[in-house]
C-alpha cells in the first residue's frame, strides 16, 4: 500500500505562483510513476503532469508554458510547480501513483487552489 498526501494550495492572486507537494509513504518501490491532476468546477477531470520513475515527465499542452514537475527521492514526493497563474487554474489539484501491477492507482485527497482575478 502507498499512502499520499497533497499540500501547498491556498488562495493567490493572478500572476502569482504555487508549489504543491505529494508526499508519499508506504511500498514506495511498487511505484512506476505519477501524475497530477486538476478538478475544477463544472469541468472533467484534467490530466496535468505524467512523471516516470526514469525521470521522464510529460506536462499537458494547457499548462507546459507555466507549470513544472519534479521529483525528490529523498522527500519521497513530487511536486508541481505552477507560475503565472490564471483565475482558470483554480480547482482542486490531486495526485496519483501507478503500479503496474496493480489494477488501479493510488490517489491522495487533494488539494484545492483558488486564484483570484
Known amino acids: 500500500q502507498v499512502q499520499l498526501v497533497e499540500s501547498g494550495g491556498g488562495l493567490v492572486h493572478e500572476g502569482g505562483s504555487l508549489n504543491l507537494s505529494c508526499t508519499m509513504s508506504?511500498?514506495?518501490?511498487?511505484?512506476?510513476?505519477w501524475n497530477w491532476y486538476r478538478q475544477s468546477p463544472g469541468k472533467q477531470r484534467e490530466l496535468l503532469a505524467t512523471?516516470?520513475?526514469?525521470?521522464?515527465?510529460r506536462l499537458s499542452d494547457s499548462v507546459k508554458e507555466r507549470f513544472a514537475v519534479a521529483r525528490s527521492a529523498a522527500q519521497n514526493a513530487v511536486f508541481l510547480q505552477m507560475t503565472n497563474l490564471k483565475p482558470e487554474d483554480t480547482g482542486d489539484y490531486l495526485c496519483?501513483?501507478?503500479?503496474?501491477?496493480?489494477?488501479?492507482?493510488?490517489w491522495g485527497q487533494g488539494t484545492h487552489v483558488t486564484v483570484s482575478g
Open positions: 496519483n501513483a501507478v503500479d503496474v501491477g496493480r489494477p488501479s492507482p493510488y
Open positions: 508506504g511500498a514506495i518501490h511498487t511505484i512506476d510513476g
Open positions: 512523471f516516470a520513475k526514469t525521470g521522464l515527465s
